[in-house]
């Protein structure tokens, strides 16, 4: 029988089979052996131990079509990113860092501002003339007025889509208005610190309907880009392609070097001060960090 891990807990994987429901099920020693280990998200085969308390053993994992690192999870169609517009104010930087990790992972990304209700339509007007114009899909919703719910629907719809961002941006909010059937905690801002609480524990796969499941990850405060060399950066940043051409130098990076289509293009108005700002971090960032 087959079906796809939608959540691993102390060594128990619970697999879903479409019209039959939910297996606890563990895993043979031979993916021990293998040193393979079953990721959620995974499309597996089971053998059914006990029908009655739908308990099986996991047999093999079907070929992936896509593993991510962060989230560790397998076979996912696009990542949608939830940021608040307000409460809390969003961390550009943490976006872009995250548009990075997915980017060179080849993850489509749809990128979701909630709480429009909170902020004035020319701001959100800006981010949604940068954010396009790094290749995503744009989602302005507010949950609290009922707003872009549809749209959410519509992105999500025949896809497996891993639903990220930091705490207190409305991620379980979203997920409990468009599958009501599944209540998932919610926490509240904290006063205090102006930040979520962390009610997502683990990553875990739910099915919303056919062929359609959203993974809610944890969420995050902080997202470090491993294993990437700085003159490898300018690659992940889209909107610097088309101005590429432009520049004196082959291999530009567009930091100190005359002559530059990207600086051109920035100073121009035609690129995001922020992206821009933020790509210099990280650059920098990845410059100073020290191999091991």
Known sequence: MEGRIV??????????????????CKAKGIFRNRKEKPLVGDK?????????????NIRDILPRTSELIRPNVANIDQAMIVFALKDPEPNLN??????VGMERQQ??????FNKADLVEAEWIEELIRTYSACGCDIITA??????????????LQGKTT????PSGVGKSSIFNTISPEFKMETGRVSDKIRRGKHTTRHSELIYIGEDTYIMDTPGFSSFYIEGLEKEELK???YEFSEHEP????????????????????LEEGKISRSRYENYKLLYNELKDKKKW
């Open 94 to 99: 943490l976006l872009d860092r995250f548009l």
């Open 235 to 237: 690659d992940f940043f």
């Open 44 to 56: 597996v085969e089971i053998d059914i131990l006990n029908e009655d308390t739908m308990e099986g």
């Open 162 to 165: 891993a639903l990220a961002g």
């Open 142 to 155: 507010s949950v609290y007025e009922k707003l872009g719910i549809e749209a959410i629907k519509s992105a």
């Open 246 to 265: 432009y520049c004196k130098f082959q291999g530009c990076v567009h930091i100190n070097e005359p002559v530059c289509g990207v600086k051109d293009a």
């Open 7 to 24: 959540k691993g807990i102390a060594g128990f994987y619970y697999v879903h089979v479409e019209d039959k429901g939910v297996y606890e």
């Open 107 to 112: 993850v489509k990304t749809v990128i979701c």
